[in-house]
C-alpha cells in the first residue's frame, strides 16, 4: 500500500510537471513566437511552418503530428517515457488552443526571440525533467537509431535543422536567422533547468598519488570518490583512477587540490546529465 501511495504521489507530480511545462511552452509559442512569425524545432516547428504555409492551426496540426509520431516510434520508448510524452504533447496542443488570444502586442525579433526562447526552453527542460518529451523528433531520431545506427543526439539535431531550413520556404530569411538564434538559446534554457541551478561535474583523475587526492578532495567536499584499478594501455603498467562527482561551483577548487598534490595528474572534467544518491538531488 506505502509503495502504491509513493507511485501514486510520484506520477501525479511528474503529471503536474509535464502540463505546468507544456502551458509555458504555449505561452511561448502565442505569445512571442507568433507575434514575430518566427519558427521551431521539433513537430511544434512543423505546425509553424503549415501555419505559415496553408494557415493551419498549430493546436490542431501539432496534436495530429506527435500522435502519429508517438503511435509509430511507441516501442522505441520505454512505458513511462511513452505516457508521459502523450501527455505532454497532447497538453501542449490543448493548450495551444486556450492560449491563442495571449498576445503581447510586441512586433520586436530580438524581444520575442529572447523571451520565446527561454520560456519555450524552461518548458521542455521541465517536460524532460519529469520523464516526458516535448515535440516528435526525439522519438523519430530513436528510430533512426535502432534501423541506421545514428545516434539519437545526431538525428535530433538532423531533423531539427531540416525543420528550420524548411522555414526558408514560407518566412523571409531575417525571420529565419532570429529564429536560429532563438533555438541556441532554447538549449541553453533547457540545459539550465535539467541541469539544476548548480550543475554536476564528473572528474577522473589518473595520478599515483590519488589516495591522498582523494583523502583531500573528501575533506573538501564532503562527498566520497571512488578509486578503480586500471592498466595502461602503451606501457602495461598498473595504475589508480579516482572517480568522484563534485558541483560545478567545486571544480576549480578540486582543480587547485589535484594540481598542487601531483602537477603531473592525468585530469578529465565531464557533464553529468543526472545524479543520485549520497545527498545528490534529481528534480525527476
Known amino acids: 500500500m506505502r509503495l502504491a501511495k509513493q507511485l501514486f504521489k510520484d506520477h501525479t507530480k511528474n503529471v503536474i510537471i509535464c502540463l505546468i511545462g507544456a502551458f509555458i511552452s504555449a505561452i ?5 513566437i507568433l507575434e514575430s512569425n518566427l519558427g521551431d524545432g521539433g513537430t511544434v516547428g512543423i505546425a509553424l511552418a503549415l501555419k ?3 494557415g493551419f492551426s498549430p493546436a490542431i496540426s501539432s496534436l495530429i503530428i506527435n500522435t502519429l509520431v508517438i503511435i ?11 505516457v508521459y510524452t502523450f501527455i505532454a504533447n497532447t497538453a501542449i496542443s490543448i493548450f495551444l488552443d486556450l492560449t491563442e488570444n495571449f498576445k503581447t502586442g510586441i512586433d520586436n525579433f530580438v524581444i520575442n526571440a529572447s523571451f520565446g526562447g527561454v520560456l519555450v526552453g524552461v518548458g521542455i527542460g521541465l517536460v524532460i525533467a519529469a520523464g516526458g518529451v516535448i515535440g516528435g523528433t526525439s522519438v523519430i531520431a530513436k528510430m533512426l537509431n535502432k534501423y541506421f545506427d545514428i545516434k539519437t543526439s545526431q538525428g535530433i539535431f538532423v531533423l531539427d535543422g531540416l525543420v528550420v531550413l524548411s522555414f526558408l520556404f514560407v518566412l523571409p530569411l531575417e525571420n529565419v536567422l532570429f529564429t536560429i538564434i ?9 540545459s539550465f533547468i535539467i541541469e539544476g541551478f548548480n550543475p554536476k561535474k564528473a572528474v577522473t583523475v589518473i595520478s599515483s598519488k590519488n589516495e591522498i587526492i582523494s583523502d583531500k578532495i573528501n575533506r573538501f567536499t564532503g562527498r ?3 578509486l578503480l584499478r586500471g592498466k595502461g594501455g602503451y606501457g602495461k603498467n598498473e595504475t589508480s583512477m579516482l572517480y568522484v562527482v563534485v558541483p560545478q561551483s567545486q571544480v576549480t577548487r578540486v582543480k587547485k587540490l589535484i594540481n598542487e598534490e601531483d602537477e603531473n595528474a592525468f585530469l578529465v572534467i565531464h557533464d553529468v546529465r543526472d545524479v543520485l544518491g549520497n545527498g545528490f538531488m534529481n528534480l525527476s
Open 182 to 190: 532563438m533555438i541556441f538559446i532554447t538549449e541553453r534554457a533547457t
Open 52 to 54: 505559415y504555409a496553408f
Open 72 to 82: 509509430i516510434g511507441w516501442r522505441f520508448l520505454s512505458t513511462r517515457t511513452a
Open 28 to 32: 511561448a509559442v502565442n505569445s512571442f
Open 224 to 226: 566520497g570518490s571512488t
